[in-house]
């Protein structure tokens, strides 16, 4: 299975923007798809955003939608989580996530493969 390493975490002022990238290991990193998680401290961990193994389907959480956009790179085993307009709520730790499959989740149990997290903090 796939091993994930986030990077691109970091220090962003409200309405700034940040772009997130989750590096996949092996060769199989088409095979599955990829979804975004944050959580925030004393918080449980939340979806943000999924896509599929082609990069076809994509689901949002309704609190991100319009400012958030996940994207994959297949040919660089990556997958990317572009930040606009960034609040302060949004302050977490992220989390890149992936399993093997075609239908995008939204559920975090779903997921088997995680990495270890990057801290985004916006200030206000």
């Known amino acids: 299975q796939v091993q994930l390493v986030e990077s691109g975490g970091g220090l962003v002022q409200a309405g700034g923007s940040l772009r997130l990238s989750c590096a996949a290991s092996?060769?199989?990193?088409?095979?599955?798809?990829m979804g975004w998680f944050r959580q925030a401290p004393g918080k449980e961990r939340e979806f943000v955003a999924a896509i599929g193994w082609s990069g076809g389907s994509k689901s949002y959480a309704d609190s991100v939608k319009g400012r958030l956009t996940i994207f994959r790179d297949n040919a660089k085993n990556t997958v990317y989580l572009q930040m606009n307009s960034q609040k302060p709520e949004e302050t977490a730790v992220y989390y890149c996530?992936?399993?093997?499959?075609?239908?995008?989740?939204?559920?975090?149990?779903?997921?088997?493969?995680w990495g270890q997290g990057t801290q985004v903090t916006v200030s206000s």
């Open positions: 996530a992936a399993y093997i499959g075609k239908v995008v989740e939204t559920t975090s149990r779903t997921y088997n493969v």
């Open positions: 092996g060769r199989t990193f088409s095979s599955y798809a």
